[in-house]
């Protein structure tokens, strides 16, 4: 176990934690001293049901390793679920200080060719899959803090790329995960008079959801830092669910490999106002001067 125990006593919930990221999360708040809540429904990467068991797996894991886990199947989007998941937290280890929002799968498709089903599904698992467990563990921090018990919790949702600077051909994928980068911002600034932060990642790393994406970054580097391993996530998220953090909310941190960068969201850009409505036939010029000073977007992934 890890010599620096920043979340010793702590109880996390890491969703979809069976595998991927989330087994790395949940692997790294137990070496840190936490109590953990290993979520996962065992889903095959595009969301169908495999019978697998991957929770149970790393709740061994982390066991054999000295830590302390238990396992919890439900399905984070669905509202009794995440109920549960919530109540179990509570009744195993007797509070929930951190959630982790991470579950999730895709199933990419140019938009000329995605199905109704298929936009529905995706966006249903991130975006309402991460309102569900805040919502459920908002309501318990709120009823901790209204009784007088004191609150420092943090939630630390997943975001990507794809939502932040868009991704071609997975436009229900990145729809979702933009979805989540403006609910952390509304989360944070409700959740804070109850003792709560919100933060949020947009990670990259080696997983079977990305196995192909990274292809050519498979090969392990002779120094024996494997630059994409879903183990580099963690430590930021570890950190962001210990006490240490409380004073950073409302913020989107990209993670890669040894690199840590604070994105900048959107934001009031260049503006004209002439204090009386415009005609669309004046507005070309007028808006190739705002284009003309503002910042150019930053490239489309895949694009
Ligand atoms: N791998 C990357 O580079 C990358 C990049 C950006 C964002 N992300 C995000 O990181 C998160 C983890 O992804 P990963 O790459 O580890 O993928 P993964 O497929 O390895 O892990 C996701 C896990 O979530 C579980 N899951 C799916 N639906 C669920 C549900 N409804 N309830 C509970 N569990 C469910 C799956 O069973 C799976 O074990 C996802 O939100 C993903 O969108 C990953």
């Known amino acids: 176990m890890d010599t620096e125990q920043i979340c010793a006593g702590r109880t996390v919930i890491v969703t979809g934690a069976g595998r991927g990221i989330g087994r790395a999360h949940a692997l790294a708040f137990a070496a840190a001293g936490a109590k953990v809540v290993v979520n996962d429904l065992g889903s095959a990467l595009d969301g169908a049901a495999t019978g697998e068991t991957p929770a149970e797996q790393v709740v061994a894991e982390i066991e054999a390793l000295g830590g302390s886990a238990v396992a919890n199947g439900d399905d984070v989007a669905d509202w009794q679920g995440g109920q549960r998941l919530i109540q179990q937290a509570i009744d195993t280890f007797g509070g929930l200080d951190v959630l982790v929002n991470n579950a999730g799968f895709v199933r990419d498709r140019m938009l000329v060719n995605l199905g109704e089903d298929e936009w529905d599904a995706v966006i249903r698992v991130h975006l309402k899959g991460h309102f569900v467990t805040m919502r459920h563990a908002i309501e318990y921090w709120r009823g901790e803090s209204k009784a007088g018990r004191p609150v420092d919790a943090r939630i630390i949702n997943t975001s990507s790329g794809a939502g932040l600077q868009g991704s071609v051909g997975q436009g229900n994928y990145g729809a979702a995960k933009a979805g989540i980068a403006g609910l952390t911002l509304t989360a944070s600034a409700e959740f804070g008079r109850y003792g709560v932060t919100v933060n949020s990642i ?13 292809a050519d970054t498979m090969a392990r580097p002779e120094d024996g830092f494997d630059a994409m391993a879903p183990e580099n996530i963690s430590p930021l998220v570890v950190w962001l669910g210990s006490a240490q953090s409380a004073a950073v909310t409302g913020r989107m941190f990209e993670v890669e490999g040894g690199k ?29 001067d705002l284009i003309a000073k503002g910042m150019p977007p930053e490239p489309v992934y895949g694009a």
């Open 202 to 214: 947009a990670p990259a790393a080696r997983t079977r959801m990305t196995e192909t994406v990274f």
């Open 260 to 288: 840590v960068a604070l994105a900048d969201g959107w934001r009031h850009g260049v503006a004209v106002d002439r204090g009386a409505r415009w005609s669309p036939a004046e507005l070309g010029p007028v808006v190739a």
